[in-house]
């Protein structure tokens, strides 16, 4: 799909080297499975479980384009909340994920990480899309691996939980931080471990989980967990 162009010169510029970024990192996405829709690119399994991509713009000086880069693995039974009988393919986001992440736009020998893309020639069109590529190639196996597994989630955010608290030991001991010494990304788990539950069907295990969240109205996640579960139950007793 076409970015749009504006009038000047410096905008035609730097338009151009995001267009170049979005297809450099497209020819993995797409070769990944991922279908593009504008600045988004998505990847769902026959169940509706995903993962989404998206190129987040912001404000930037006269004569740049600056951008965040954001993923997101998606629960299908989660997406239903969102969305209802609507087809998530063409709308699901980052921020509806279980699992979510903002790609560090720098490497880890800088003392303070930025996440914010920066482009105003080629060659930082080049030098983004690598930084995205090389994290692609190794954790999007590791995404796909989660797609509908509860059991693979729950593995990964006990693995993610106890690297952050060695990194966190080896922080306080040196004294100093250093970028890229903390799992990428931020779980749901209460969520994830809700509709788990849900999906068995186990009604007492969603309420216990669900007891202490701030928000149990009508229209709640809490709500719509629950209804998964008195579903699931009454399809296994029928």
Known sequence: MAWAVLGTVPCRL???????FV????????????????????LFDPEGNGIALDIQRTTALRGEVEFFVNVGVLL???????????????DAMPHHSVWRH?????????????????????????RAATIVRTWLAKNLPRMKSWLGDF???????????????????????????????????????????????????DVDAVTAETAGWHDSGPDSLAADALAVANQRLTERQG
């Open 14 to 20: 730097v338009n151009a080297c995001l267009r170049r």
């Open 23 to 42: 297809e450099l990192i497209e020819v993995d996405l797409a070769a990944a499975g991922f279908i593009r829709r504008g600045p988004v690119f998505r």
């Open 76 to 90: 299908a039974s989660h997406l239903r909340y969102y969305f209802g009988e609507k087809d998530p393919h063409r």
């Open 102 to 126: 903002r790609l560090v736009a720098t490497d880890d020998t800088v003392e303070l990480s930025d996440h914010r893309f920066s482009l105003s020639a080629e060659a930082d069109a080049e």
């Open 151 to 201: 059991d693979a989630m729950f593995a990964a955010i006990e693995e993610d939980r106890e690297r952050s608290s060695r990194a966190r030991a080896e922080q306080l001991a040196s004294g100093q931080w250093k970028a890229g010494r903390w799992p990428d990304g931020h779980w749901s788990a209460g969520v994830i471990r809700a509709y788990a539950h849900a999906e068995r069907g």
